[in-house]
Structures are given as structure tokens and as C-alpha cells.
């Protein structure tokens, strides 16, 4: 058998327990070590019992650790800290792991070939099937066919330590995980899909989710200094609507400034400018998605919001990490 640890780091939320008690379910070899990670920046005593409680007989193998509120990226380096075994599985406290998922584990770890760094596992999320899915489910939807996500990822410990582990810079779960793959594949190792299957439901959020989510665009920033300007391509990832949302931003600033100025026409055409863009972004994100009243004035009203707020964090994260060095100056 295969040893294994199971990384888990948490803000406490509700679907600790969900995670916990499946992964106490889960049938096959037991994980040698599991270390969950609080990383509160002031976490309150007690709020982990209940969570803990599920764990059963696995609870014995259980470490409490904590990181102080850096972001998951820290999270995981502390709880790598404490690991021993040869492999970490890393899991999101908001996963649920499937019922046979430490028996396919075991065999996924097993067939990997020595060359192979990493075995994700295979995403799925629910969906109601009773209406077209909202914005923030289509999005949740979309970690199905993310590479590399962390949500069920597990790496051979040597490996990660060879790297450095996370970058701590992402402060958000958000291109920590893709990052950490682009140095571990550039080290000359692979990455491989593995069999077991781990279910992502769609969590509850505030309308207001896809603004905040913008902050993201910072860690766009860092991905680009310390990968290149094609690190899209190298992740395989989507390239989002930077431009556009910059150009919209952009139409709106120059609205006000001719305004103030006295040209109206110009002032007008941008204006103008900005509504389409605005009204385009906006019917992209209604026209898949259900048409209720809360969800079409949801998308209106962020889709205003989305593009400044996109700008200004891109700018803000390329400032922040204007001298990061590249990927090749970090690695050791």
C-alpha cells in the first residue's frame, strides 16, 4: 500500500463537516496522517469540535494547525510541514470526497509511474436539474474542467519540497494551484488524471460574489511576471475579458473627464462606448443562465461593477509585484 496524508486547510465553514464525515466514510486504505489547517487570523476555541467529531476513529491521526490568515497557499505549506508520508492528497473544505475515494486514491498513487509529480482527481459538480444554472453556478461548474486545481490534488511530497511548495504571494484560491504545477511540470516532472471522483458542491454567495472575485486579476499580474506574457496558453487556462473590461473602464473615465471639459460629443460617444460594452458583458452573462428577476438585476448591476473592478486590480497586482523575478530566478 501507498502511505498518504490528506492536507485540508479551512476557515471553519459549514461544510467542514460534510468534508470530514466523507472522507471518514470513504472505503479503503486509511490516510496515514491527516493535518487540517485553521487559517483564521484569529480563530475562535472550539469552532473546529463539531467538525473534528466526525472524524471517528480517524481522529487519532489528526493535526490541528494554523497559519494565521495568509491565504491557502501558506495554508497548505503549514500543513506540509507536518506531513511524513511519501504523498499528500490536498483537499478544499468544501469538497466531498466519493465513497470509495481512499481505495482509488491508493490506486491512483499506486500506478503513478516515478516521474509522475501529481494525481488530480476528477471534479464534479452538482447542478440543479430543474433550470438553467445561475452565474455563480455556472462558474462553480467550471472547476470540472480545471486543470491542476487543488480541490482533490495530490503531489508526491518530494516533489512539492523540491519546488518550495505554494507561492504565499497568492493570498487567494485562485492560481496558487496552477503556479505550483507550471514549476513542478518545468522541473521535469508530469502530472497525471487519476480515477477518483470528489463532488464540489455549489455553496451559497452574495450577489455581490463576481466583484469581489475580481480581486483575482492581481494574481493574474503575479502569473504573468513570473511566467510570461503566454502563461494562458502554458495553464491552459481561460484569458477572461481583462481587455475588454479595460477598454469599458476605460470609455467611462473619458466620459466623465470630456464631460467636465464641455465636449459633449465626445463625451457621448464614450459614453455610448461604454454602454455597449457594458450591455454586451451584461447579456453574455444573462442569456445561459435562468432570467429571474434577482439574477438578471444581479448581472446588470455587476456587470457595471465588474469592469472598473477588474482594472483597478490588475493595475494594483501589477504595481504590487513589478519586480517579482521569474519563475526560473525563484526555483531552486
Same mark, same amino acid.
Given at each position: 500500500m501507498t502511505p498518504y496524508a490528506v492536507v485540508i486547510p479551512t476557515l471553519a465553514r459549514d461544510t467542514l463537516a460534510d468534508c470530514l464525515a466523507a472522507l471518514a466514510a470513504a472505503t479503503g486504505p486509511r490516510p496515514d496522517e491527516i493535518v487540517l489547517v485553521d487559517d483564521r487570523p484569529d480563530p475562535e476555541p472550539g469552532a473546529l469540535k463539531h467538525p473534528l467529531s466526525v472524524l471517528g476513529d480517524l481522529r487519532e491521526r489528526t493535526t490541528v494547525a494554523h497559519s494565521g !490568515?495568509? !491565504? +491557502?497557499a501558506a495554508a497548505r505549506n503549514a500543513g506540509l510541514r507536518h506531513v511524513t508520508a511519501p504523498w499528500v492528497a490536498f483537499l478544499d473544505d468544501d469538497v466531498q470526497v466519493g465513497p470509495h475515494w481512499c481505495e482509488q486514491l491508493v490506486r491512483d498513487l499506486t500506478d =503513478? +509511474?516515478?516521474?509522475t509529480a501529481a494525481v488530480q482527481g476528477v471534479i464534479t459538480v452538482p447542478l440543479p436539474g430543474e433550470r438553467r444554472p445561475t452565474d455563480w453556478e455556472r462558474g462553480t461548474a467550471g472547476l470540472a474542467r480545471a486543470r491542476w486545481i487543488t480541490a482533490d490534488m495530490a503531489y508526491r511530497t518530494k516533489a512539492l519540497k523540491?519546488? !518550495?511548495g505554494f507561492d504565499e504571494r497568492f493570498e487567494r484560491a485562485f492560481r496558487e494551484d496552477a503556479d505550483l504545477a507550471l514549476r513542478v511540470l518545468a522541473a521535469g516532472w508530469h502530472i497525471r488524471q487519476g480515477r477518483r471522483t470528489t463532488r464540489h458542491p455549489v455553496r451559497p454567495a452574495s450577489r455581490w460574489v463576481s466583484v469581489t472575485q475580481q480581486r483575482g486579476n492581481a494574481d493574474d499580474a503575479l502569473m504573468r511576471r513570473l511566467h510570461g506574457p503566454d502563461w494562458w496558453d502554458?495553464?491552459?487556462? +481561460?484569458r477572461g475579458r481583462i481587455r475588454a473590461h479595460a477598454a469599458i473602464?476605460? =470609455? =467611462?473615465a473619458a466620459a466623465c473627464v470630456l464631460t467636465a471639459a464641455g465636449r459633449r460629443r465626445a463625451a457621448a460617444a464614450c459614453a455610448l462606448a461604454w454602454a455597449a460594452g457594458t !450591455?454586451?458583458?451584461?447579456w453574455t452573462r444573462i442569456a445561459p443562465g435562468p432570467r429571474t428577476r434577482y439574477e438578471v438585476t444581479t448581472m446588470l448591476a455587476t456587470?457595471?461593477?465588474? +469592469?472598473?473592478? =477588474?482594472?483597478w486590480h490588475r493595475l494594483a497586482g501589477a504595481w504590487r509585484h513589478r519586480h517579482a523575478p521569474a519563475w526560473q530566478e525563484v526555483v531552486r
Open positions: !490568515g495568509r !491565504g +491557502p =503513478a +509511474p516515478p516521474d523540491q519546488v !518550495g502554458k495553464a491552459v487556462a +481561460p473602464t476605460a =470609455a =467611462a !450591455g454586451e458583458f451584461a456587470s457595471v461593477l465588474i +469592469p472598473p473592478a =477588474a482594472t
